[in-house]
């Protein structure tokens, strides 16, 4: 499929950028999914807060390491080095470098689904606290009371999946590692470790906030201030990067060059953006109890892990650079190495059907928002008081739903 005009032509070639076509209820869905959790956000029982008996941080920047998480870090250290390395320098096509399928690909999903399954996973993997704590010299500051700069650098993170044509060629994601990279090193040096990683580096944040839930810890969290800033900007981000994907999309912005199809797409995204933060923001603002406002922020964490783990799905992605995967990690860079087997053998474009992968992704987005929707009201006895929660949820499932169908 072709978007662009004259000389500015615009191609989505790679396997993963191919989604069929499924004709579903969509007004009906969303509805319906909306509805069904408002019901259960202000039907569950609540409960009072209990006593934190786990002990032990996590977050990747607070306390001392064990011996394995410094090891698991160094193999994270290794493995981004290798696909800064693969982007930059290895084979310039997508199917033969490592970079692509693992940075882009597999990472955001595997990361955001082990988080909310298992816990902090966060803390064992962090590869740029790991260097933090090599070169960012002792810990000078505190931790902020505050994420609202990790909101702002999440928006071009967001742009960049959701906006640039290109974020899947090698050159473009070896590049955008090694600058998120410096930036976020270059921070923890600059403001001490601790400091920029609680305040100004959006994935580990929001990675350390989905670890809450399985070890029933979110329940009892307290936000920080701009976390609902901080989630709408993902969540808003990721849910246009699908909108951008659509028939409707691409007829609107047919016959455009490149460059104003690039300056209508970066208007949406930010549009896109101001409206979900702006719209958790006032739900947090709609309850004068502390409990309440709370709760919204508390169900916005798993709907945003959620929203990774099927934007991540949507053509196919994770799936196909599963099976390229073996291949890639025997020839990362492409030299034709072939030490398990080439990457594009046996490979299948689309190895769930149309409807097939569309279930999956209504389910999984069904079920992590029955859950955040349990958990984000547990403080909160009056029912009144959570209409904001369940106005919020109802908000995001809605939205979650629609964008999922109409890509």
Do not use: K
């Not at 981004?80 to 940075?103: H, V």
């Not at 390229?324 to 398990?340: A, I, N, R, S, V």
């Amino acid at each position: 499929m072709l978007l662009g005009a004259g000389a500015a032509t615009v191609p989505f070639a790679h396997p993963v950028a191919g989604h069929p076509h499924v004709d579903i209820p969509i007004a009906l869905i969303a509805s319906a999914g909306a509805l069904v959790v408002l019901v259960v956000a202000l039907a569950v029982p609540g409960r009072r807060p209990r006593a934190i008996t786990e002990a032990g941080p996590v977050t990747s920047w607070e306390g001392s390491l064990s011996t394995t998480q410094v090891v698991t870090r160094v193999l994270a250290v290794f493995v981004l080095l290798i696909c800064i390395a693969a982007g930059r320098l290895g084979a310039d096509a997508e199917l033969d470098n490592l970079a692509p399928a693992l940075a882009i690909g597999l990472a955001p999903a595997i990361l955001a689904a082990a988080a909310l399954l298992i816990g902090p996973v966060w803390r064992w993997v962090d590869p740029w606290d790991a260097v933090g704590r090599v070169v960012g010299g002792t810990e000078r500051n505190p931790c902020p009371a505050t994420v609202w700069p990790a909101a702002a650098v999440a928006v071009p993170l967001m742009w960049y999946f959701s906006v640039y044509l290109d974020a899947l060629t090698p050159r473009a994601v070896g590049a955008v590692l090694a600058i998120y990279t410096i930036v976020t090193v270059g921070g923890c040096v600059a403001f001490g470790r601790g400091r920029w990683l609680a305040s100004a580096e959006p994935i580990g944040i929001a990675l350390s906030w989905i670890g809450l839930l399985p070890r029933r810890r979110l329940a009892d969290w307290v936000p920080p201030r701009g976390a609902e800033a901080l989630l709408g900007v993902l969540a808003g981000g990721l849910l246009f990067g699908l909108a951008r994907r659509t028939e409707t999309w691409t007829e609107l912005t047919t016959g455009m060059s490149l460059t104003r199809f690039t300056v209508y797409a970066s208007v949406g995204l930010v549009v896109t953006c101001l409206v979900f933060a702006g719209f958790l923001l006032l739900m947090g603002m709609a309850a004068d109890l502390v409990a309440s406002r709370a709760g919204v922020a508390r169900a916005a964490v798993p709907a945003v892990a959620a929203i990774v783990v099927v934007v991540s799905l949507s053509r196919d992605r994770l799936f196909v650079s599963a099976q390229l995967l073996p291949g890639l990690l025997g020839d990362p860079f492409g030299l034709g190495w072939d030490l398990f087997g080439p990457a594009i053998d046996g490979l299948d474009p689309d190895p769930l059907s149309a409807r097939n992968m569309l279930v999956l992704q209504l389910g999984i987005i069904g079920l992590v928002m029955l859950v955040a929707a349990v958990v984000a009201v547990r403080r909160v006895e009056d029912r009144v008081r959570r209409l904001p929660i369940g106005i919020a949820l109802m908000y995001l499932t809605a939205a979650s739903v629609v964008a999922v169908a109409i890509h």
